[in-house]
């Protein structure tokens, strides 16, 4: 057999001019220092971590978050740019190495941009008072006579002086700690539909994802892992796996019990991925299949909704639930059942490492690169200072390359093999060895009274908790997992919140929206069908269920504003013209949540004919505070709109004798283009302090969807996903 050549492609779309050595890389070289090695010969400024600016006025903004789509390089950069009053033409972004000197990296949790937003706008700020400065040094004036616009300094008497031109004397003054912001009205970029800087790279195959990262003579490995979680190996046979071309070792790597540890299996090593995967399908090991072996997801949810059917432990109530309901004129009853969910990122988890002398670097798609760090160091025994991680473009994320389980695995096997080496997982590996989103059993009660309104919310849940990633063992929901459904916002005056024992059986993680997926499904058709008892129209029912306009407190300094959720919800309603009169089969539904400081409506239309649904049009409305970046707010939203689809319609990851019963996209599927509808955006205009966006836009899809279906068919389908009953 001859040699497996590796062409990408990528290469194919890069051309024939970047694909001449474009992605190989000197050894030790970083990807990711192009800009500086490029710069090295001008004289620069770097007042900061973030600022670095050249003599000839190029300006290089640093990005301490990952990029996986959400333009989060973009938005953060321009905060910079925008207070500066820096040219945008002439920003170049570079993408931080995993260190804490960078502040916390972590790129989840829709938090990069409400957490950094005005430490971005003092570093901005900063860097153009010290050009100022500079500039009233030369000319001998008062800075206060100088002003900074578009990458020069003028003067009040015409004057003008290039931001270039001032960085031999910016270097040699003070970078000041209290510096003056600008008036918001004098935004240029803030604010604004700035399209990403990373757009030409991404069209012209330029930029560098995790797949692309090569090392001279790096060797390919895939890794074979038990079927069932934390299950171990006891023995196995290399011989055949050996006999493949290509494939020139095979070792074994270590399970390590610990949040984001490698679940450990056989690796085997190749020339190339195609050889790797070949020896690994060869390989023949025995399995102790461990604990978890039983593990039947249908059973279990049945285990799960039995616990929610009877009294749990008290999380939170207000008023008295028991009185509410024996006063109440009607009490409706009703349950709901999501099952696991697999982030699916259209690059699977991939890493590069390269152990010698004591050190280790590392390429990958990471969305959590200090942890990374740490978890390498720890594994390899030696100081994070000798471990470099550089974090490439992810093909998507949402929240699966937070745990960098995939990259230890790297660093493991490039330690045994003693040379760099890229691990890949297949799409099967990734759907089947991930860190799932829980199932959940939610049950709920209500009591209305003979005017229609809500006098008693009852909602006892149950689900296997994030926390037993953490503690193994753990049954019961974490406080803040809790807190997402008991931190809803309606005036009841008797609501009561319980939770139900659920061990878990697999890895659970955070996916993107994370519990607000169950808490906000099971809230927002509880609502409907309650509004659809006591007659009254749900938009209407709902705007009396959050009743006042009021402020509440939170966990942290923001505060919850009622006014600000009812106005998201009139919005999308008006928008999508409310109680206008449809075609027929045709209808409408809505839903509200308030999630990651944000808060979101969606109101969609579909049709049922003939049992079949079809989504034409979905309003979607976030007020998420200042809109940093419209742009990418806008596409964040409608990624939104489509991943909720995907789960409402087809997610659904289950498992039989311990192992995941899916593989690929032909049994997890996904929305296909044309299934996709007409998606409306529109963000409240705010000047609030900076909330979440990334996520907040997906939890009221699926209920809005299931609401309009039973407006459409008087069919009510309360358990997901949608493809169960046949609907798609």
Known sequence: MKDVQNVSRRSFIKGIGLASGGLIIASGASLFNSCSVETKELIAFNPNLFVQLNSDGSLILVASRSEMGQGVRTSLTSVIADEMEADWDRVRISQAVGDVKYGDQNTDGSKSVRLLYEEMRKI????????????AKKWEIAAEDCHAENHFIFNTQGDKIAFGDLVEIAKTLEVPEEVQLKDPKDFKYIGKYLPSKDVKNLANGSAVFGLDARLEGMKFAAVKRCPVAFGKVVSFDKTAALKIAGVIDVVEIPMIIKPFGPLGGVAVVATNTWAAFKGRDALEVVWDLGDNKAYDSEKYMEEITANVQKKGAVVKSLGDVDQAFEKASKTIESSYQLPHLVHAPMEVPNAVAWVKEGSCEIWAPTQEPQRTRTEVSEFLETSEDNVTVNVTFLGGGFGRKSKPDYVVEAAAISKAINAPVQVVWTREDDIQHSYYHTV???????????????????????????????SPGADEPASWEAASAANVPFEIPNMQFETGKAPAHVRIGWLRAVINIPHGFAINVFADELAHEAGIDPLEFRLNLIGSDRIEDTQNDYKYDTARLKHVLKTAAKNAEWGKELPEGHAMGLAVHYSFLSYVASVVEVSVINDKVKVHNIHSVIDCGLAVNKNTITAQMEGAAIFGMSLAFYGKITAKDGAIEQSNFHDYQMIRMPQVPNIHVEIVENSERPTGVGEPGVPVIAPAIVNAIFKASGKRYKNLPLMDYKLV
């Open 440 to 470: 959940a059993s939610q049950y709920m009660k209500g009591g209305l009274d003979e005017n229609g309104k809500v006098t008693g919310w009852l909602h006892r849940f149950a689900f296997p908790s994030i926390g037993s990633t953490f």
């Open 124 to 135: 901005g700020a900063a860097t153009k008072a010290v050009l100022i400065a500079a500039a």
